[in-house]
T-cell receptor, first 116, second 112 residues
């Protein structure tokens, strides 16, 4: 059973371009979570999705950022018109069900976005 | 704002010694989790302790939780060079859909 997969692992974009980060959850997992990690910082929650639905996007910037988790295919975190401050590691995690019953999250290896 | 804060920020020890990291938090929680992150990698879940539990063990790891002091500790016994990593505590509450809120982490270096 493959773990959570993220691609690309490294992404370089110029200011103003779009960044698309992909996350394939573990097999059988229908809950996906996106986090951002700045250097020397902990992970900051961005958005929580269940197939075709956004459950909680309280950590997502209101502008330029969007996320989706379609019925088929990976979850996508999209950043439009990137700025230098978007440079960070973006991690995806998945779980088989919601976390209310202490289900564990499984993290992917992350995508390191560099905006030049 | 950060819910959990780890202490110390950095810890450097010799192989074979024990490493203790602490985590303090502000509001009532449902559970507290500890994660490890090797440099440039994703997070690995170590232990989850529920608010009604006081202590849990997993191999060389021992986690305690004191809800009256709103604090937790992670003890790694007989440390190894391979334990070198950053360690994060994360707290979860029902208000936040039980999504863990992470602290800044403790950077542990174990010298061979």
């Amino acid at each position: 059973n493959a773990g959570v997969m993220q691609n690309p692992r490294h992404l370089v974009r110029r200011r103003g371009q779009e960044a698309r980060l992909r996350c394939s959850p573990m097999k059988g997992h229908s809950h996906v979570y996106w986090y951002r990690q700045l250097p020397e910082e902990g992970l900051k929650f961005m958005v929580y999705l269940q197939k075709e639905n956004i459950i909680d996007e309280s950590g997502m910037p209101k502008e330029r950022f969007s996320a989706e988790f379609p019925k088929e295919g990976p979850s996508i975190l999209r950043i439009q018109q990137v700025v230098r401050g978007d440079s960070a590691a973006y991690f995806c995690a998945s779980s088989p069900k919601g976390l209310a019953n202490s289900y564990e999250q499984y993290f992917g290896p992350g995508t390191r976005l560099t905006v030049t | 704002s950060q819910q959990g804060e780890e202490d110390p920020q950095a810890l450097s020890i010799q192989e074979g010694e024990n490493a203790t990291m602490n985590c303090s938090y502000k509001t009532s929680i449902n559970n507290l989790q500890w994660y490890r992150q090797n440099s440039g990698r994703g997070l690995v879940h170590l232990i989850l302790i529920r608010s009604n539990e006081r202590e849990k063990h997993s191999g060389r790891l021992r986690v305690t939780l004191d809800t009256s002091k709103k604090s937790s500790s992670l003890l790694i016994t007989a440390s190894r060079a391979a334990d070198t990593a950053s360690y994060f505590c994360a707290t979860a509450t029902s208000r936040g859909s039980y999504i863990p809120t992470f602290g800044r982490g403790t950077s542990l270096i174990v010298h061979p």
